[in-house]
């Protein structure tokens, strides 16, 4: 059973701050990587993905990737109110994805 | 992306009981899951629903508890059957769009098990 393991937080970080979020698997042999964000009540929403080494940006979330690290993080810049959520780190073990236990990010105003 | 439409959104049930929840996707699509997240909890694979033959359940799942259907590429169901409070939890369906393996979910059907 392949793992996926992050910090549960909670991750404050004030308004305008950039926010580092972690994820680290447990089988070298995982191709693809997904960032989820989930709102309290809500489902999860899918932010990026990524299967490169690594950067890849969009907006201001930046996804990396370091296959040889066995590591994938989530970078977001200037870090918003509504940014508070839990965001859950995902890798892929065939067609299903397996899902880490998801960090709580707090963003202060 | 897809539309992914589930029923009910929530239900309180009592023990021993069991109920069906409905996901209706706006497109075919190929791949069908069902996930479990319990409360605090983050989601848990119960089973990929498969078109026209039987899901294929993850290990502590099993078929007589989560009976599921997939009659077709846009619809599938999942039973829970004889329900303990345990069992209360946001069951989620989920689908995968695009070559990119790229999941989406549903809205979630939050069961209250009394």
């Known amino acids: 059973q392949k793992e996926v393991e992050q910090n549960s937080g909670p991750l404050s970080v004030p308004e305008g701050a950039i926010a580092s979020l972690n994820c680290t698997y447990s089988d070298r042999g995982s191709q693809s990587f997904f960032w989820y964000r989930q709102y309290s009540g809500k489902s999860p929403e899918l932010i990026m993905f990524?299967?490169?080494?690594g950067d890849k940006e969009d907006g201001r979330f930046t996804a990396q990737l370091n296959k040889a690290s066995q590591y994938v993080s989530l970078l977001i810049r200037d870090s918003q109110p509504s940014d508070s959520a839990t965001y859950l780190c995902?890798?892929?073990?065939?067609?299903?994805?397996?899902f880490g236990a998801g960090t709580i990010l707090r963003v202060k105003s | 992306s897809a539309v992914i439409s589930q029923k009910p959104s929530r239900d309180i049930c009592q023990r021993g009981t069991s109920l069906t929840i409905q996901c209706q996707v706006d497109s075919q699509v190929t791949m069908m899951f069902w996930y479990r997240q319990q409360p605090g909890q983050s989601l848990t694979l119960i089973a990929t629903?498969?078109?026209?033959?039987?899901?294929?359940?993850e290990s502590g799942f099993v078929i007589d508890k989560f009976p599921i259907s997939r009659p077709n590429l846009t619809f599938s169901t999942l039973t829970v059957s004889n329900m303990s409070p345990e069992d209360s939890s946001i069951y989620l369906c989920?689908?995968?769009?695009?070559?990119?393996?790229?999941?989406?979910f549903g809205e979630g059907s939050r069961l209250t098990v009394l």
């Open positions: 629903a498969n078109q026209g033959s039987e899901a294929t359940y």
């Open positions: 989920s689908v995968v769009v695009g070559r990119t393996g790229e999941l989406f």
């Open positions: 990524i299967y490169s080494n």
């Open positions: 995902a890798v892929n073990d065939g067609n299903k994805l397996v």
